[in-house]
Protein backbone atom coordinates (compact mmCIF):
# COMPACT_ATOMS: atom_id res chain seq x y z
CA UNK A 1 0.00 0.00 0.00
CA UNK A 2 1.68 3.66 -1.05
CA UNK A 3 2.29 5.50 1.72
CA UNK A 4 -0.09 8.64 0.58
CA UNK A 5 -2.83 5.95 1.21
CA UNK A 6 -4.91 6.73 4.15
CA UNK A 7 -4.99 3.26 5.34
CA UNK A 8 -1.32 2.98 5.17
CA UNK A 9 0.60 1.67 8.36
CA UNK A 10 2.57 3.85 10.42
CA UNK A 11 6.05 2.70 10.94
CA UNK A 12 6.82 3.91 14.29
CA UNK A 13 3.63 3.80 16.34
CA UNK A 14 5.17 5.02 19.34
CA UNK A 15 6.72 8.11 17.73
CA UNK A 16 3.61 8.97 15.67
CA UNK A 17 1.54 8.77 19.28
CA UNK A 18 4.55 10.98 20.78
CA UNK A 19 3.69 13.47 18.01
CA UNK A 20 0.38 13.71 18.49
CA UNK A 21 -0.96 16.98 20.80
CA UNK A 22 -3.67 17.88 22.29
CA UNK A 23 -4.97 20.48 19.66
CA UNK A 24 -4.41 18.04 16.90
CA UNK A 25 -7.18 15.54 18.55
CA UNK A 26 -9.72 18.62 19.19
CA UNK A 27 -9.41 19.54 15.40
CA UNK A 28 -10.13 16.03 14.47
CA UNK A 29 -12.94 15.97 16.73
CA UNK A 30 -14.22 19.52 15.26
CA UNK A 31 -13.79 18.12 11.86
CA UNK A 32 -14.98 14.78 11.79
CA UNK A 33 -17.63 14.10 15.23
CA UNK A 34 -20.45 16.67 13.65
CA UNK A 35 -24.14 16.00 13.94
CA UNK A 36 -24.28 16.56 10.14
CA UNK A 37 -21.38 13.62 9.87
CA UNK A 38 -23.20 11.03 12.57
CA UNK A 39 -25.53 8.44 12.12
CA UNK A 40 -28.38 7.45 14.57
CA UNK A 41 -29.99 4.06 14.23
CA UNK A 42 -32.66 2.65 16.16
CA UNK A 43 -34.06 -1.11 16.62
CA UNK A 44 -36.24 -2.95 18.22
CA UNK A 45 -40.26 -2.42 19.08
CA UNK A 46 -40.69 1.00 19.13
CA UNK A 47 -43.09 4.01 17.60
CA UNK A 48 -41.61 5.05 14.71
CA UNK A 49 -43.84 8.37 15.03
CA UNK A 50 -42.52 9.00 18.90
CA UNK A 51 -39.08 7.88 17.87
CA UNK A 52 -39.04 10.64 15.40
CA UNK A 53 -40.06 13.58 17.02
CA UNK A 54 -37.68 12.58 20.14
CA UNK A 55 -34.67 12.42 17.90
CA UNK A 56 -36.06 16.03 16.74
CA UNK A 57 -36.23 17.07 20.11
CA UNK A 58 -32.97 16.00 21.22
CA UNK A 59 -30.92 16.47 18.79
CA UNK A 60 -32.55 18.49 15.75
CA UNK A 61 -31.29 21.90 17.22
CA UNK A 62 -27.55 20.87 17.88
CA UNK A 63 -24.94 23.32 15.70
CA UNK A 64 -23.28 21.63 13.13
CA UNK A 65 -20.73 22.07 10.36
CA UNK A 66 -20.45 19.81 7.05
CA UNK A 67 -17.18 17.29 6.99
CA UNK A 68 -15.01 18.10 4.38
CA UNK A 69 -15.49 16.53 1.29
CA UNK A 70 -13.71 12.88 0.37
CA UNK A 71 -11.10 13.44 -2.50
CA UNK A 72 -11.54 10.42 -4.23
CA UNK A 73 -8.31 8.29 -4.55
CA UNK A 74 -5.92 7.57 -6.96
CA UNK A 75 -6.09 4.08 -8.59
CA UNK A 76 -2.85 1.84 -7.89
CA UNK A 77 -1.67 -1.41 -8.15
CA UNK A 78 1.13 -2.79 -5.99
CA UNK A 79 4.11 -4.70 -6.44
CA UNK A 80 4.71 -8.61 -6.54
CA UNK A 81 6.47 -8.80 -2.87
CA UNK A 82 7.84 -10.96 -0.44
CA UNK A 83 8.68 -10.83 3.04
CA UNK A 84 10.59 -12.52 5.64
CA UNK A 85 9.75 -11.72 9.10
CA UNK A 86 10.79 -12.59 12.31
CA UNK A 87 8.71 -11.83 15.47
CA UNK A 88 7.62 -13.21 19.42
CA UNK A 89 4.57 -15.64 18.55
CA UNK A 90 3.78 -18.99 18.69
CA UNK A 91 4.12 -20.55 15.27
CA UNK A 92 4.77 -19.99 12.01
CA UNK A 93 3.05 -18.23 9.82
CA UNK A 94 2.47 -17.13 5.55
CA UNK A 95 0.15 -14.67 4.51
CA UNK A 96 -0.94 -13.97 1.24
CA UNK A 97 -2.47 -10.71 0.48
CA UNK A 98 -3.91 -9.08 -2.65
CA UNK A 99 -5.06 -5.51 -2.99
CA UNK A 100 -8.77 -5.37 -3.75
CA UNK A 101 -11.75 -3.39 -4.73
CA UNK A 102 -13.24 -0.89 -2.13
CA UNK A 103 -16.60 -2.49 -0.01
CA UNK A 104 -19.81 -2.70 -2.11
CA UNK A 105 -17.82 -2.20 -5.53
CA UNK A 106 -17.46 -4.46 -8.38
CA UNK A 107 -16.42 -7.54 -7.91
CA UNK A 108 -16.07 -6.90 -4.10
CA UNK A 109 -18.99 -9.53 -3.20
CA UNK A 110 -17.91 -12.11 -5.27
CA UNK A 111 -14.65 -12.08 -3.64
CA UNK A 112 -16.25 -12.73 -0.76
CA UNK A 113 -17.81 -15.95 -2.20
CA UNK A 114 -14.17 -16.74 -3.53
CA UNK A 115 -12.39 -16.89 0.14
CA UNK A 116 -15.66 -18.96 0.92
CA UNK A 117 -15.00 -21.72 -1.66
CA UNK A 118 -11.53 -21.39 -0.73
CA UNK A 119 -11.19 -21.73 2.61
CA UNK A 120 -15.04 -21.39 4.21
CA UNK A 121 -16.74 -24.26 6.00
CA UNK A 122 -17.94 -27.32 3.93
CA UNK A 123 -15.17 -25.97 0.98
CA UNK A 124 -13.40 -28.61 -0.80
CA UNK A 125 -10.12 -26.45 -2.06
CA UNK A 126 -7.73 -25.05 -0.03
CA UNK A 127 -8.38 -26.57 3.38
CA UNK A 128 -8.36 -30.14 2.11
CA UNK A 129 -5.12 -29.52 -0.11
CA UNK A 130 -3.16 -27.86 2.52
CA UNK A 131 -4.44 -29.70 5.91
CA UNK A 132 -5.86 -33.01 4.84
CA UNK A 133 -2.24 -33.77 3.15
CA UNK A 134 -0.27 -32.43 6.41
CA UNK A 135 1.07 -29.18 5.13
CA UNK A 136 -0.58 -26.73 7.55
CA UNK A 137 -2.42 -27.24 10.24
CA UNK A 138 -4.81 -24.49 9.42
CA UNK A 139 -5.94 -22.08 6.87
CA UNK A 140 -8.46 -19.47 6.48
CA UNK A 141 -9.17 -16.74 3.84
CA UNK A 142 -11.19 -13.63 3.88
CA UNK A 143 -12.09 -10.18 1.70
CA UNK A 144 -11.27 -7.53 4.25
CA UNK A 145 -13.70 -4.60 2.71
CA UNK A 146 -13.20 -1.50 3.73
CA UNK A 147 -14.82 2.07 2.07
CA UNK A 148 -11.34 3.19 0.03
CA UNK A 149 -9.99 -0.20 -0.56
CA UNK A 150 -10.18 -3.74 0.26
CA UNK A 151 -7.74 -6.57 0.97
CA UNK A 152 -7.95 -10.17 0.49
CA UNK A 153 -6.03 -12.54 2.62
CA UNK A 154 -5.01 -16.25 2.87
CA UNK A 155 -3.83 -17.20 5.98
CA UNK A 156 -1.83 -20.13 6.57
CA UNK A 157 -0.57 -22.23 9.79
CA UNK A 158 2.25 -24.22 8.12
CA UNK A 159 2.96 -27.84 9.91
CA UNK A 160 6.15 -28.01 11.77
CA UNK A 161 9.20 -28.47 9.62
CA UNK A 162 7.27 -29.04 6.28
CA UNK A 163 8.71 -27.40 3.07
CA UNK A 164 7.20 -23.84 2.95
CA UNK A 165 7.58 -23.93 -1.10
CA UNK A 166 5.43 -26.75 -1.41
CA UNK A 167 2.68 -25.00 0.74
CA UNK A 168 2.96 -22.05 -1.81
CA UNK A 169 3.34 -23.83 -4.28
CA UNK A 170 -0.34 -25.74 -3.40
CA UNK A 171 -1.86 -22.32 -2.68
CA UNK A 172 -0.57 -21.09 -6.11
CA UNK A 173 -2.41 -23.86 -8.04
CA UNK A 174 -5.50 -23.67 -6.11
CA UNK A 175 -6.19 -20.49 -6.59
CA UNK A 176 -5.41 -20.87 -10.30
CA UNK A 177 -7.88 -23.97 -10.44
CA UNK A 178 -10.50 -22.07 -8.98
CA UNK A 179 -9.32 -19.34 -11.43
CA UNK A 180 -10.54 -21.45 -14.57
CA UNK A 181 -13.59 -23.16 -12.92
CA UNK A 182 -16.36 -22.85 -9.92
CA UNK A 183 -19.34 -25.66 -9.90
CA UNK A 184 -22.96 -24.70 -8.84
CA UNK A 185 -22.71 -26.50 -5.83
CA UNK A 186 -19.65 -24.68 -5.04
CA UNK A 187 -21.20 -21.52 -5.05
CA UNK A 188 -25.04 -22.42 -3.94
CA UNK A 189 -22.09 -23.54 -0.21
CA UNK A 190 -20.98 -20.15 -0.24
CA UNK A 191 -24.13 -18.39 -0.40
CA UNK A 192 -25.51 -20.09 2.25
CA UNK A 193 -22.31 -20.14 4.64
CA UNK A 194 -22.42 -15.95 3.86
CA UNK A 195 -26.08 -16.16 4.93
CA UNK A 196 -26.24 -18.57 8.28
CA UNK A 197 -23.38 -16.25 9.00
CA UNK A 198 -25.35 -12.80 8.60
CA UNK A 199 -27.72 -14.08 10.65
CA UNK A 200 -26.23 -15.24 13.31
CA UNK A 201 -24.50 -12.06 13.60
CA UNK A 202 -28.19 -9.96 13.81
CA UNK A 203 -29.51 -12.08 16.75
CA UNK A 204 -29.67 -8.74 18.70
CA UNK A 205 -31.52 -5.64 18.46
CA UNK A 206 -27.90 -3.64 19.02
CA UNK A 207 -26.20 -5.89 16.11
CA UNK A 208 -29.00 -4.64 13.89
CA UNK A 209 -28.52 -1.36 14.82
CA UNK A 210 -24.99 -0.96 14.38
CA UNK A 211 -25.26 -3.11 10.79
CA UNK A 212 -27.70 0.21 9.95
CA UNK A 213 -25.48 2.65 11.42
CA UNK A 214 -22.73 0.51 9.31
CA UNK A 215 -24.75 0.82 6.10
CA UNK A 216 -25.43 4.37 5.99
CA UNK A 217 -21.78 5.59 7.25
CA UNK A 218 -20.49 3.10 4.65
CA UNK A 219 -22.85 4.08 1.89
CA UNK A 220 -23.53 0.52 1.25
CA UNK A 221 -26.91 -0.66 1.92
CA UNK A 222 -27.19 -3.28 4.00
CA UNK A 223 -30.51 -3.60 5.72
CA UNK A 224 -34.44 -5.60 6.09
CA UNK A 225 -35.20 -4.25 2.76
CA UNK A 226 -32.59 -6.10 0.92
CA UNK A 227 -32.30 -9.01 3.27
CA UNK A 228 -29.07 -7.30 5.22
CA UNK A 229 -26.77 -7.36 2.14
CA UNK A 230 -27.27 -10.89 1.11
CA UNK A 231 -28.92 -9.58 -2.04
CA UNK A 232 -25.47 -8.72 -3.00
CA UNK A 233 -24.73 -12.47 -3.79
CA UNK A 234 -28.21 -13.49 -5.51
CA UNK A 235 -26.99 -12.39 -9.18
CA UNK A 236 -23.57 -13.77 -8.60
CA UNK A 237 -22.98 -17.16 -10.45
CA UNK A 238 -19.88 -19.46 -11.49
CA UNK A 239 -18.66 -17.42 -14.03
CA UNK A 240 -18.61 -14.28 -11.87
CA UNK A 241 -16.53 -15.76 -9.01
CA UNK A 242 -14.16 -17.43 -11.08
CA UNK A 243 -13.21 -14.29 -13.03
CA UNK A 244 -13.20 -12.23 -9.64
CA UNK A 245 -10.24 -14.96 -8.85
CA UNK A 246 -8.44 -14.59 -11.68
CA UNK A 247 -8.74 -10.86 -11.90
CA UNK A 248 -7.48 -10.02 -8.64
CA UNK A 249 -5.64 -13.09 -7.06
CA UNK A 250 -2.82 -13.00 -9.57
CA UNK A 251 0.46 -14.34 -8.38
CA UNK A 252 1.99 -11.19 -9.85
CA UNK A 253 -0.01 -8.85 -7.37
CA UNK A 254 0.53 -10.95 -4.46
CA UNK A 255 2.67 -9.79 -1.32
CA UNK A 256 3.47 -12.72 0.41
CA UNK A 257 4.80 -12.66 3.78
CA UNK A 258 6.57 -15.36 6.07
CA UNK A 259 6.73 -14.95 9.80
CA UNK A 260 8.90 -17.02 11.94
CA UNK A 261 8.24 -17.65 15.54
CA UNK A 262 11.36 -16.62 17.01
CA UNK A 263 11.57 -15.04 20.82
CA UNK A 264 15.01 -12.65 20.29
CA UNK A 265 12.99 -10.65 18.20
CA UNK A 266 10.32 -8.36 18.85
CA UNK A 267 6.70 -8.90 19.75
CA UNK A 268 5.71 -6.14 16.44
CA UNK A 269 8.66 -8.37 14.76
CA UNK A 270 11.24 -7.80 11.93
CA UNK A 271 11.91 -7.68 8.14
CA UNK A 272 14.37 -9.96 7.28
CA UNK A 273 14.18 -9.65 3.50
CA UNK A 274 12.24 -8.05 1.49
CA UNK A 275 12.07 -9.27 -2.20
CA UNK A 276 10.37 -7.30 -5.31
CA UNK A 277 9.58 -9.74 -8.16
CA UNK A 278 9.73 -8.40 -11.69
CA UNK A 279 6.70 -8.93 -13.83
Known sequence: MPPWHPYFPPVEWQA???????????????????????????????????????????????????????????????????????????????????????????DDAALDLVSTVLAGPGNTRLGPQLVATRLAMRVSAREASSRASSLFAIDIEPAPSVDLQAVMNTTRDTIAELARSVTDVEVRRAKAVRADSTLLSLETVQARAMRLAHSRASGCPEGPDDHWGLDRYANIGPAEVSRAAATWLAKERRVVTVVFADSRYPPRGMVLERTVIPR
Open 16 to 106: DLDRIRATDVLAFLRTWYQPSNATLAIAGAFDPAKAVDLVNRYFGGLPSVAPPRRQALPSWSNEHVWLRVAAVQPHDLIEVAWHTPAYCTE
